[in-house]
């Protein structure tokens, strides 16, 4: 049981480029989550999804996108990067209705440097 | 709005020493309360919950008490083992199933 894998583990981004960072999960868990993990600052979530086709905006959205096409796959876009965007990157999910709802599993991370 | 105070790390202690790790909150309802671990370069994962005031929450020898009256949720374990080293995160949840972390607080054990 693979649970939630994100890729790439770390990338180092130029001012103004874009990439996707890839998220998903193999234990058909309705919600999805992106945090943002900065030194010393917690998590943010940046965006949340309730099932497929349904996103929502978090407490730090500007300067992202997300999709959820699949119940599997909850992909974050950046579009332009810039160095405030430098930060390490949790998806995670949950089951989201009954007993253990709102209980997180976590991916491993991926390390993001805008230079 | 929902937000979770933690202590500031990191906390040094000796092995088989008694851990405290405070965590306060402040949200509107009934939320439930959270401890989750991150070990070096892995995502965190759920150590312990409660989800009413009073519950009690323990796992691998760690527990922590829901208390209302004080909005306090704090971590505490008895004997202390290197492999404890790790980063702790209180959470508080309000039902819109997005969990509200607090900073965090690393914690270094040493032999």
């Known amino acids: 049981n693979a649970g939630v894998t994100q890729t790439p583990k770390f990338r180092i981004l130029k001012i103004g480029q874009s990439m996707t960072l890839q998220c998903t999960q193999d234990m058909n868990h309705n919600y999805m989550y992106w945090y943002r993990q900065d030194p010393g600052m917690g998590l943010k979530l940046i965006y949340y999804?309730?099932?497929?086709?349904?996103?929502d905006k978090g407490e730090v959205p500007n300067g992202y996108n997300v999709s959820r096409s699949t119940t599997e796959d909850f992909p974050l876009r950046l579009e332009l990067a810039a160095p405030s965007q430098t930060s390490v990157y949790f998806c995670?999910?949950?089951?989201?209705?009954?007993?253990?709802?709102?209980?997180?599993?976590f991916g491993a991370g991926s390390r993001l440097t805008v230079l | 709005g929902n937000s979770v105070t933690q202590m500031e790390g990191p906390v040094t202690l000796s092995e088989e020493a008694f851990l405290t790790i405070n965590c306060t909150y402040t949200?509107?309802?009934?939320?439930?309360l959270f401890w989750y671990v991150q070990y070096p370069g892995e995502g965190l994962q759920l150590l312990l919950k409660a989800t009413k005031a009073d519950d009690k929450g323990s796992n691998k020898g760690f527990e922590a008490t829901y208390r209302k009256e004080t909005t306090s949720f704090h971590l505490e374990k008895g004997s202390v083992q290197v492999s404890d080293s790790a980063v702790y995160f209180c959470?508080?949840?309000?039902?819109?199933?997005?969990?509200?972390f607090g900073s965090g607080t690393r914690l270094q054990v040493q032999p």
């Open positions: 959470a508080l949840d309000t039902g819109r199933r997005a969990l509200t």
């Open positions: 949200a509107t309802g009934y939320p439930s």
């Open positions: 995670a999910s949950s089951y989201g209705e009954g007993v253990g709802a709102n209980v997180l599993t």
């Open positions: 999804s309730v099932g497929a086709g349904i996103t």
